[in-house]
């Protein structure tokens, strides 16, 4: 392997991703020790020490990147994914403010962009529309962008906001016809979250095969919030709607399985309440009473004032679920 930092921050991301966090750790600590340290490897070192619960770890990144031009923010963006992943949303939109300034500092205005979609994926997807689109309108007064038009457009869709929802689809159609990212995952996503949102899972389950070959893969979007694994959620979703409990837990248990690919995004969390919803479904309280337990755990500390958490069932009305 040709000793670049930039080579071994592929080869420990490659571990991650396959879950090999220990190979990835080892990897990481040789990179460093032949000092080929860099602000890429640091930020996957964050995402390492988030898959291994060591908050030390993510705190000593966070130290390491402050008031470094270029990377700062992409931390900052990394740990409001955190906090949200948690149910701190409060503290997730203060960490995407100062992402988005230290961005935008640093001229970076695509990225700056990025966060605040990303940020207004994350309130959708907790149930909070409203503060959802203000984050995907700002994002979209900075760019066009493809990347930030997709999580924008999910963002509208899961508020079911239909008519932006079908303007930013119509655009994406007209402007990359032969891009296989928008082709085959974000089209089919945004288009079975249509379904959804028109009560109709069947169509959804439908929209979302042709993204079945792509839908585990990484993109190569500098986003925080990985775009993989989300067709997966959509139709976890449609399956959920159709009152089909097996194959709903089937989707939810890719996203767990695939911890190193979803990272902290909020899929991530939001896959043991789905799991937890599928497992009551099919009459399996016991399951069931795991996940819900699973999520609550996750978001001891959560918000209490958000849109998730008053929607989780207590331990005696989970099989009316």
């Known amino acids: ?57 993510m705190t000593e990144q966070l130290a390491w990147a402050s008031g470094k031009s270029g990377i700062e923010d992409a931390l900052l963006g990394m740990d409001a994914d955190t906090a949200a ?32 979609a990303q940020a207004g994926l994350r309130q959708a997807l907790f149930g909070n529309p409203a503060p959802g689109k203000q ?45 296989t990212l928008v082709k085959f995952i974000y089209l089919t996503t945004l288009r079975a979250q249509q379904a959804l949102m028109r009560h109709d899972s069947a169509k959804a389950i439908a929209e979302l095969q042709p993204a079945a070959a792509y ?9 925080t919030i990985s775009i993989s694994l989300h067709p997966v959620y959509v139709r976890a979703q449609a399956f959920l709607m159709a009152k089909q409990g097996k194959e709903a837990a089937a989707e939810y248990q890719k996203i767990l399985d695939h911890r190193g690919v979803v990272i902290n995004g909020p ?31 996750s978001w001891k500390d959560a918000d209490s004032t958000y849109g998730c958490r008053s929607s989780i069932p207590t331990s005696t009305s989970i099989r009316a679920r």
């Open 85 to 116: 992943f948690f149910g701190e949303l409060r503290k997730s939109e203060d960490l995407t403010r100062r992402a988005v300034a230290s961005a935008v500092h640093a001229d970076e205005k695509e990225t700056a962009a990025a966060y605040e």
């Open 1 to 57: 392997m040709n000793p670049s930092g930039l080579n071994y921050t592929n080869l420990v991301t490659g571990f991650i991703c396959l879950n090999r966090l220990d190979e990835a750790r080892m990897t990481a600590e040789d990179a460093q020790a032949k000092k080929l340290d860099s602000p890429y490897l640091r930020a996957v070192l964050y995402q390492l020490a988030f898959l291994k619960n060591d908050s030390a770890g």
């Open 267 to 297: 899929i991530g969390v939001l896959a043991h309440l789905g799991l937890g919803r599928a497992y009551a479904l099919s009459g399996d309280t016991a399951k069931a009473r795991i996940e819900y337990q699973n999520f609550l755990a």
């Open 215 to 223: 839908e585990s893969g990484q993109s190569s979007s500098g986003n």
């Open 135 to 179: 984050h995907a309108a700002a994002a979209l007064s900075m760019t066009d962008g493809r990347d930030v038009q997709f999580l924008a457009a999910l963002t509208y869709a899961l508020a079911e906001d239909s008519a932006k929802t079908q303007t930013l689809v119509n655009d994406f159609t007209k402007r990359f016809p032969n891009d």
